[in-house]
């Protein structure tokens, strides 16, 4: 009973705290997971979703690949079931901790606290309010798992034991690659149960090595500057940050009205934190300094991002703290209490504005995709335009490009919608989900689209309304970007082009096209692949002419997939009259057989900016 | 065995507690219409919001950016007798501690509106009106422009501008009844 107690408490402050995480439903990068299933065509193309390192160098089969990729195939979009993973495997998060701190104090309350503190820190809000963020879950249960199993193994020396945490800790690595960092924990642990043994924990220290060492070569992160290492004097300012980020009362972000009572609850959890590790040092109690080197060790890989400091991170370093003031609460209930209390208060509200928060964007983007899906099901075969899309709609919602998840669903951005989205250049653009001017307005002009407007808590049909305004605003009949695989603008290709194939044409070695004025725009782009399958032709040039004069040539060279050209527009071009732009390819590539086509390369878009 | 039953049991209890009753409408279809005045906090305002706005705040205001547009229905009777064009902002302090003053111009099919300068914190209205010439369409475009604003990444991340409320064209006044003989 006094076990069910010691875990119900904080489930049940958990559900209570984080509700809105259960109910919320997908939004950011969760559209690009739930849409790895369409890279899949094949069994190398499994292993590859799996496997390949993804958006900044991370390798996670198991908390996002595997995931997404089972949990799609369950339960589809609906987010509930995703959810339910997620709080599932944090109750079973809460109850190994609860455990696993009464097998080490023999204290079934300092395993309450401990697991209680740890849930109601701030630290965990977007894990569970943002699917994408079940890394931060998942792992801790894996690492609590293995820790179990070292314990049983220092302690009764079962075999058993010792392969659970062999199995446990080589599945953290499909969660997080923070999982380097488990050896430290083992030998910490290790060193005050059966502290001669601590050189056993060698082979586990090899295998994280050879993990690092492996990472480090197959994963190149991207992201920028945002990513880059700083293994300098910055770790120090960057540990002072995360120190302070600890109690989970204080965000830079987040300074509502009552923020002083914030700052008054932090400093009363901190010095009450201090207080704790300087008891338990003190009175020599070992789990303290496990708590303190829990916190560093697991925090220490993220310490060079100097850029890129989040709360997120630290979801499993305050286990260690939490650990630490868990024991001091249990032995010294009365001493505990304001400290205590001021830290679940403060933390806690924290916590609950976080997943309000996730919980309202992703509300926002459900009902932009779900919208979307209603309104193809009752308009098939309509092109959907989508206008009064808000900043916080569109990086929610559209920038991962949640339509493609919807078979036959044809939506876009209406032309001029991205006018109002604040600009991030860092996480994408928005204009590359815009039909262009003269396509959308000939879309709707002949019945072929619809424009929905998505502010408000439903999509409204606006296309009379919107109809009007832009036979005012766009009048001329050619795009100055076209998408060479959108039909609508197949007007503005002159010769040279082969039939549309998922999204993309192939030119033959001389294509020409037409674009709109260019106005202000400065320079010409072209976005162009080759095939990977392609054999025997070597480099390839491309030359850019406009209106007659070369603009610029580019070499795509044999195994590279594509190409970015873009290359300032001729001076003495006339600015107000439309132009007409040549590529020139050599050389081909001729498909076998009689009557084979001559390609020179597959295009994307085309246009000036 | 005994606590994964009691798991087991836990989210038994949990999932069907979250079930959604009937199918949500995430659509309205109808017919709507463009309005010759916007409030920009409503929704139904946004397809008329061309450029230059940023997101809702408090359910009340949007910031512009330094130049923005909207489209308006000319009111009835506009193309014969004019109307006159008002836009409702707040200039915060916050700005003006960082640009003396800002002067918003307004464009009506390349024509100017004669333009008016802010210097004072507070709320404000800019009213100009427009002859019966720019206003023989429907849909009527109008762009503003402020001469000066904060960049992106002064204040905040976003170009900042006025806070606006309400743009709109008030319609011709009616001509005043003959006094009585």
Known sequence: MKRAAAWGIPAAACLILYWPGLMAWFAQDDFAWLGLRLSIHSWPDFWSALFAPKAQGTIRPLSERLFFLAGERLFGLEAFGFRTVVFTTQLLNLWLLTRLVE?????????????????????????????????????????????????????????????????FFLLGFG??????????????????????????GAPLLAVSAAYAALHRTLATPGGGRVYELHIDGSMITTLGRYLRMATGIWRQEFRPEWSQWLDAAEIAAAMGLAAALGLLALRREKWGAVGALWFLAALSPVLPLREHITDYYLTVPVMGLALAAGIATARHPLLALAPACAYLAGSAAVA????????????????????????????????????GVSSDQYWAGVNDNPFRLLPGVEAFLAPGAEENIEKHPELGDPARFVLPAPAAVRAVSTGKALVYSTAGPRLRNVTAIWKGIAAERWKGDLAAVVDVGQPLLAGQLLEGWHAIEEGFRWMSEHG???????????????????????????????????????????????????LDFAAPLPASLDRSAPLEVELRVSPPLVEPGDGGRRLGLALGTAGVR | MRRLTLLLAFCAILIPGCKKSGPVQYVEEGVSQLSSAVNVSDPKAAVQLLRGFHDIEQNAWRWTAG????????????????????????????????????????????????????????????????????????????????????EAGVADQREL?????VIGFQPPQAAPAAPAK
């Open chain 1, 512 to 562: 020409r096209l037409r674009l709109a004025a260019p106005g202000a725009a400065r320079e010409i782009f072209v976005r162009a692949f080759r095939s990977p399958e392609e054999t025997g032709r070597g480099d390839v040039e491309m030359r850019v002419f406009v209106n007659g004069l070369e603009a610029g040539r580019a070499m795509l060279a044999a195994g590279q997939g594509s």
């Open chain 1, 103 to 167: 097998r080490w104090t023999g204290s079934v309350w300092a395993g309450m606290w401990t697991a209680l503190f740890w849930t109601a820190n701030s630290a965990l809000a977007q894990a569970m309010s943002w699917t994408s963020a079940y890394n931060q879950i998942l792992w801790p249960c894996l690492l609590l798992a293995a820790l179990h199993c070292r314990t049983g193994w220092l302690r009764d020396g079962s075999p058993r034991a010792r392969w659970g945490e062999w199995l």
């Open chain 1, 175 to 200: 969660a997080l690659e923070l999982n380097v960092i488990y050896p430290a924990l083992a030998l910490a642990v290790t060193l005050v149960l059966a502290p001669r043994r601590w050189l056993e």
């Open chain 2, 67 to 150: 130049k923005f547009s909207v489209a308006l229905r000319a009111p009835a009777g506009a193309s014969a007798s004019g109307a006159k064009l008002f836009v409702q902002f707040t200039l915060p302090e916050a700005i003006l501690a960082k640009i003396p003053s800002t002067t918003l111009t307004a464009t009506i099919s390349g024509k100017q509106l004669e333009p008016q300068t802010f210097d004072k914190p507070g709320e404000h209205r800019y009213e100009r009106e427009v002859p019966a010439s720019l206003l023989q369409g429907e849909v009527i475009n109008i762009d503003f422009a402020l001469d000066k604003y904060l």
């Open chain 1, 352 to 387: 609950r504005e976080t997943v309000e928060y996730n919980y309202e964007r992703s509300q926002l983007a459900r009902t932009l995709v779900l919208g979307v899906r209603q309104a193809a099901a009752a308009h098939p075969g309509k092109i959907l335009l989508l206008t």
């Open chain 2, 161 to 165: 501008g006025v806070i606006v409320t």
